[in-house]
């Protein structure tokens, strides 16, 4: 993979109109885009098909959770839209439910394992009796095991992470935030090059380009950290 290969930027705009702004500051540097729940309910899904025939890349970011059939359901119509990956909350039931559903397509089936701007006490909040960490491995190794085409966490946990994972997953890392750029709501943030260094594959990197007043060069700049780190 190309260090463009590796760098996800989110649309997380209201409208497609925005997208296409961001889009076309960002010009060639960047060729891999992230769909959230924002902007996938203001025409996304359409939008995704755009993005795909104009020679993007696209995660298709829903996070599913649901009774297995559904899940099946849902990840059946995503492989027909031909995005390169998708999100399944890392629920055993789910993933063997999506790993199915998907057998033979080219879709990455990614489980979520914990969100990264959750920690130990959110979960606690939550009802979980598991710390960040240890729900985080525990869940890949689960993906791992089940088939999934990789996983969600944060890149402090991807050092740990690709010692008990299938060497063909990817380990996909949002919360990634350059040297001297705001944390925000995110908890568990790391450096594109150290995210790099400790494993992951794919670095979401959203607020630090699509907030910056020059989005092109932030998100060369970002390509400059993961070059370096490879």
Known sequence: MTPKDRLIVPLDVPTISDAEAMITRLGDTVS?????????????LSFASELLA?????????KLLDIDNTIAKGVENIVKLGVQMTTIHAYPK??????????????????????TSM????????????????????????????????VVASAQE???IVKIVRPDMMIVTPG????????????????????????STHL??????TGAEYPQ??????????ESAI
């Not at 789910?94 to 969100?115: F, I, K, P, Q």
């Open 217 to 226: 060069a932030a998100a060369q700049a970002v390509l400059d950290e993961i």
């Open 94 to 115: 789910a993933m063997v439910a999506a790993v199915e559903a998907a057998r033979g397509s080219g879709l990455c089936l990614l489980g979520v394992t914990v969100l």
């Open 204 to 209: 979401v990197v959203g607020r630090p380009i």
């Open 158 to 160: 991807s050092s740990e």
């Open 32 to 44: 891999f885009y992230k769909i959230g729940h924002q902007l996938a309910f203001a025409g996304g």
């Open 176 to 199: 990634i935030r350059p040297a001297g750029t705001d944390v925000g709501d995110q908890k568990r943030v790391m450096t594109p090059a150290d995210a790099i260094s400790a494993g």
């Open 119 to 150: 920690d130990d006490g959110d979960l606690s909040d939550a009802g979980y009796g598991h710390q960040a960490r240890d729900l985080v491995l525990k869940r890949a190794a689960q993906a791992s095991e089940i088939g999934m085409g990789g």
């Open 54 to 62: 104009d020679g993007k890349q696209v995660f298709l970011d829903m």
